[in-house]
């Protein structure tokens, strides 16, 4: 046994874990690329390469505003089934511009579907539509392992 | 039982966890400080004191660069056995100050980690291969770790 994802489907269950990636900028980020890993011009290039290593369950995720986009923003968490695959929508969070309900505090539920992702997916984020001012966001994710 | 980390032992084995530690500025610091309890000048006298309160064992690492460092550099991950006692390298990166392949605030780039066991009382550090002064840039770190 290598880890503990070998045990748990002994007790059906899994170790739940909350991480978050502070700061990601969302402008000037394609819906086609990941604003965790690289900007669309810089994918083919990048060294990025997070992955979780071994297979885990991505089950809720949160935004919290730290910058405002300038205008109506749709927010796509991603898995991607390597890091430079197109990646499946398994979230969606719409970003407004006014502070109601979404201000720099609040810790914002994505609606999300819990996907599986082995040791070689990645997680992605990006907006539906590319801009220069899309805003500046932390992301919680929970995941358990499998 | 008030963990899990008290059955891993029966299984020799453990439960993996992620943690990020934002916003490191490497402005400053010396090769023998830890950017994560202070610059060199006020290493002696830091409050500074995380360590991991029980046995891990930390098995990979990334970097993502918030701001790039006026010159290139070797990004060293230590481990200190205390607070104050040098640090063994166990994980590098080389950044560089092109943005090519490190992408500014987006890619998480994995260090070349050796895997090191942390007691109780270890303290994880980071620095510099050469000491900088001005403009060290600042970085989020990401270390994946293991209970014993």
Request: hydrophobic share 45%.
């Amino acid at each position: 046994m290598t880890d503990f994802s070998e045990l748990c489907p002994l007790f059906d269950t899994g170790v739940f874990n909350e991480f978050t990636f502070p700061e990601v900028s969302l402008s000037d980020i394609s819906a086609c690329a990941n604003a965790l890993m690289f900007s669309a011009d810089a994918q083919a290039s990048s060294s990025a390469d997070f992955n979780f290593g071994r297979t885990v369950i991505v089950t809720n995720a949160w935004l919290r505003v730290r910058i405002a986009p300038a205008g109506s923003c749709i927010i796509h968490l991603k898995h991607h089934t390597t890091m430079r695959a197109a990646g499946t929508i398994m979230g969606t969070l719409s970003g407004t511009t006014t502070g109601v309900g979404f201000d720099a505090h609040a810790w914002v539920p994505m609606i999300v579907t819990a996907a599986t992702f082995d040791s070689a997916a990645v997680l992605g984020l990006a907006p539906a539509t590319v801009s220069s001012d899309n805003g500046v966001y932390d992301l919680m994710i929970r995941y358990k392992e499998k | 039982m008030s963990d899990f980390g008290e059955i891993c032992p029966l299984f020799n084995t453990g439960v993996f966890n992620e943690l990020i530690f934002p916003r490191i500025k490497m402005t400053d610091i010396s090769t023998t400080a830890n950017a994560l309890l202070g610059t060199n000048d006020c290493h002696a006298s830091s409050l500074g004191d995380f360590t991991f309160g029980r046995t891990v064992v930390i098995t990979a690492a990334w970097i993502r660069k918030k701001t790039t460092p006026a010159a290139a550099e070797t990004m060293v991950l230590n481990h200190h056995t205390s607070k104050l006692a040098d640090g063994t390298a166990f994980g590098t990166l080389k950044i560089t100050t092109s943005v090519t392949g490190q992408t500014v605030a987006h890619g998480y780039m994995a260090m070349n980690v050796s895997t090191a066991t942390f007691a109780s009382s270890d303290v994880l550090g980071i620095t510099y291969g050469t000491s900088t002064a001005a403009n060290g840039g600042i970085y989020d770190v990401i270390i994946r770790y293991k209970d014993k």
